[in-house]
């Protein structure tokens, strides 16, 4: 079984910067779609941005411009680089790995928070 491992998250001051890692195993990572996810207390997940085993990346609006999200299918690891980061992106972020007709994997969640 897949398991997706997460780190990077942290307290950060608005307009910085962190980078969240994904490490993927037990899987052939490299044909698969990946995802962050993120999730605030009450309210409901939401994407955050996409990327397809080949590289093409999708953003949601509220975040475009401002976060990257990368692949190293070499090290099975998926990133996503957030700058210029804003109190409403505290949330907690999920890994999302994407199986198409069975149910996708997702990582533990990581706390980002961002606060003077």
């Known amino acids: 079984q897949v398991q997706l491992v997460e780190s990077g998250g942290g307290l950060v001051q608005p307009g910085g910067s962190l980078r969240l890692s994904c490490a993927a195993s037990g899987s052939i990572f490299r044909l698969y779609n990946m995802g962050w996810f993120r999730q605030s207390s009450g309210k409901q997940r939401e994407l955050v941005a996409t990327?397809?085993?080949?590289?093409?990346?999708n953003y949601a609006d509220s975040v475009k411009g401002r976060f990257t999200i990368s692949r190293d299918n070499a090290k099975n690891t998926v990133y996503l680089q957030m700058n210029s980061l804003k109190p409403e992106d505290t949330a907690v972020y999920y890994c999302?790995?994407?199986?198409?007709?069975?149910?996708?994997?997702w990582g533990q969640g990581t706390q980002v928070t961002v606060s003077s």
């Open positions: 990327i397809t085993g080949a590289g093409s990346t």
């Open positions: 999302n790995l994407q199986r198409g007709s069975r149910p996708d994997y």
